[in-house]
């Protein structure tokens, strides 16, 4: 235990550290439209800063991690997170964590932090992940990188490259894993591309997909499980 415990806190402090630039800071959430008028209600980059004076140790405090998430669902994981929004105390500090349990031969389905980098650490199980690299040069393909994790090993998924990982094995799995932003966000790529409100033309993706039309139709009318 203690081994898994010191191996955690090592990927959870890989993220933490970070340089300084001279310009805009990284966006917090998809978007913030800018107003005239003054006097309009708006959200900042981030969260509205709590007076220091009424701060207390629980704003930087939150439990439940040791408790695992329900996998029975369509892809069999559940990710459990901790960010900005349910730990306030993350407010400005540039990090967040996750528990992620697996099914035997559950998946965290292919999708992409646009804000954050993640490093996972495996705790329980055997996991099949990997990290598509973004576009190459013309008539080049994407390039997969893969790696088959134990108990114990690190493995780290640039900030907004498609990943995955798969339970390979016959009992359920285990992982942590740290992200540097304090809201990292998540697109799953099947839910944003089949499953949007409203549906993505479906002559679009058809031509996008080299497919009949009749196989985007069917793609958009299932369910697309959010395991987040």
Not at 79 to 108: C, E, F, H, K, Q
Not at 130 to 135: M, R, T
Request: proline share 7%.
């Amino acid at each position: 235990m203690a081994l898994k415990s010191f191996v955690l806190i090592i990927a959870i402090l890989a993220v933490v550290t970070s340089i300084s630039h001279a310009s805009d800071p990284s966006p917090l959430q998809d978007f913030c439209v800018a107003v005239n008028d003054s006097m309009t209600t708006v959200f900042v980059n981030g969260k509205v800063c709590k007076d220091p004076r009424v701060v207390t140790a629980d704003d930087f405090f939150k439990s439940g991690l040791n408790v695992a998430g329900n996998t029975s669902n369509n892809v069999g994981s559940a990710v459990t997170a901790v960010n900005v929004n349910n730990l306030p105390g993350l407010n400005t500090l540039g990090i967040s964590l996750v528990r992620i349990d697996y099914a035997p031969y559950g998946l965290n389905p292919p999708h992409t932090h646009p804000r954050g980098t993640e490093v996972l650490t495996v705790l329980e199980g055997t996991l099949y992940v990997g990290f598509v690299l973004s576009n190459p040069g013309p008539n080049m393909k994407n390039k997969l990188f893969t790696k088959i994790l134990h108990p114990g090993d690190v493995f780290v998924f640039p900030i907004g490259l498609i990943h995955f990982q798969f339970n390979v094995g016959k009992t359920k799995a285990v992982a942590f894993a740290g992200l540097s932003s304090q809201n990292p966000g998540v697109i799953t790529i099947a839910n944003a591309v089949f499953g949007s409100d409203p549906p993505i033309n479906d002559d679009i993706l058809a031509k996008a997909f080299q497919v009949d039309k009749k196989v985007v139709d069917y793609l958009q009318s299932q369910f697309w499980w959010d395991n987040n």
